[in-house]
T-cell receptor, first 113, second 113 residues
């Protein structure tokens, strides 16, 4: 069974601060995704990283996939109250995985004005 | 284009009662999934389907059954509900062989007393 350890579980910061969320595993994933979830809604995909060492940027969000494809990070620059939500990392195993996702525990981010 | 819809949105059951959760998608996706989300545990895969008439067990299948008689619908059944099945249930779908982006429904909040 592949596991993804996500940290921290909770993050409470002031508007304008930077933050990083980590997602770690002892297993190799063929790709890794980051989702964001608002209260009362389902998760929505932010990004997919596929290549070891890959870095993707989405406005103030920077996603990195580790060289060994076992870990990933999400960095938010100058956080805003609109960034508040639950962030989830999810890994896809190699081979015939049928797109099944293994999720981390999630990080609840609260950005105070 | 409604995406992924789930019925009902909320339900309260007594221990031992049965119910069926319905998931429908209008995106012609081959793969469909049922997850449960509990605090501090991310999303865990219950069952999944890679096509009409096929189903397979996920990480936490005990106490649940599924059926996919039509491509657009994926049903999750609880034959004899237990308090441990109190959770938020999400259905998701994805298009085979593309980006592996999963599209999630809005969730069903189930409480078993």
């Amino acid at each position: 069974t592949q596991l993804l350890e996500q940290s921290p579980q909770f993050l409470s910061i002031q508007e304008g601060e930077n933050l990083t969320v980590y997602c770690n595993s002892s297993s190799v994933f063929s790709s890794l995704q980051w989702y964001r979830q608002e209260p009362g809604e389902g998760p929505v995909l932010l990004v997919t990283v596929v290549t070891g060492g890959e870095v993707k940027k989405l406005k103030r969000l920077t996603f990195q996939f580790g060289d060994a494809r076992k870990d990933s990070s999400l960095h938010i620059t100058a956080a805003q109250p609109g960034d508040t939500g639950l962030y989830l990392c999810a890994g896809i195993a190699g081979g015939t995985s049928y797109g099944k996702l293994t999720f981390g525990q999630g990080t609840i981010l609260t950005v105070h004005p | 284009n409604a995406g992924v819809t789930q019925t009902p949105k909320f339900r309260v059951l007594k221990t031992g009662q049965s119910m069926t959760l319905l998931c429908a998608q209008d995106m012609n996706h081959e793969y469909m999934y049922w997850y449960r989300q509990d605090p501090g545990m991310g999303l865990r895969l219950i069952h999944y389907s890679v096509g009409e008439g096929t189903t397979a067990k996920g990480e936490v299948p005990d106490g649940y059954n599924v059926s996919r008689l039509k491509k657009q619908n994926f049903l999750l059944g609880l034959e004899s509900a237990a308090p441990s099945q109190t959770s938020v249930y999400f259905c998701a779908s994805t298009l085979r062989g593309v980006s592996n982006e999963q599209f999630f429904g809005p969730g069903t909040r189930l409480t078993v007393l």
